[in-house]
């Protein structure tokens, strides 16, 4: 099998991100070409799909076990086996996909929050209040996959966060809300990774103030 054609996993995306980053910080891409070249790695599935992202950057190549053609084992006649899928943690249909390239995303006022929420950003300005929005469930689960982007998250002063699950590669990841247990109308649970980008969890700015001003 020719090696440009043979399939790539999320370990391959992930290290051709992180060379674009590097193309973008010598100069070489803009942050507008690099957006480009993120979407197709996204949606790259073979080898050749990658190199083509990077076969104009001098100096810039993927790393040798990524090259390598994997050896096959012999084939062998055909065992008939079962394989159990594992079982999803919500139903299908109940997560809201947010997508943004080089865009303005914001969530405010009575708006229906979905148990998961899938956020798909790259050089974005991401704004979430759940201070009056409507939940189907207590706890709320994020799923963040970013590249360079500003994502605020702001709560009701009962809520609480759980960022321990999110991944931060050369980011700001900072929550200023209570963590443990549910034990308000909303949890937070933001889970995935950011590549240079940041993410803050915080209370509206007029209750931190308030409280500020009270002492507590």
Excluded: C
């Excluded at 043979?6 to 891409?29: F, I, K, N, P, T």
């Excluded at 900072?174 to 950011?194: D, E, I, N, Q, R």
């Amino acid at each position: 099998m020719d090696p440009k054609d043979l399939r790539v996993s999320d370990a391959e995306r992930e290290h051709v991100g992180e060379l674009l980053q590097r193309a973008v910080g010598q100069g070489m891409l803009s942050l507008g070409e690099f957006t480009e070249r993120m979407d197709t790695v996204l949606a790259a599935k073979t080898r050749g799909d990658l190199n083509q992202v990077l076969i104009d950057l001098p100096g810039i190549q993927m790393r040798p076990e990524f090259q390598q053609q994997p050896q096959f084992p012999p084939a062998r006649a055909y065992e008939p086996h079962v394989v159990a899928a594992a079982a999803p943690m919500y139903p299908a249909g109940t997560g809201t996909v947010l997508k943004g390239r080089m865009s303005t995303i914001a969530r405010k006022g009575r708006w229906e929050v979905p148990p998961v929420l899938q956020l798909d950003t790259v050089a974005s300005s991401v704004s979430l209040d759940f201070t009056e929005a409507v939940m189907q469930t207590q706890v709320v689960r994020i799923e963040v996959s970013d590249y360079l982007s500003s994502i605020s998250i702001v709560v009701p002063m009962e809520a609480t966060a759980d960022i321990n699950g999110l991944e931060a590669i050369a980011s700001s990841a900072v929550s200023k809300v209570g963590a443990g247990a549910p034990y308000g109308p909303l949890h937070l649970v933001v889970t995935g990774k950011m590549r240079a980008g940041s993410l803050t969890v915080a209370h509206p700015m007029g209750a931190r103030l308030r409280k500020f001003l009270r002492g507590t």
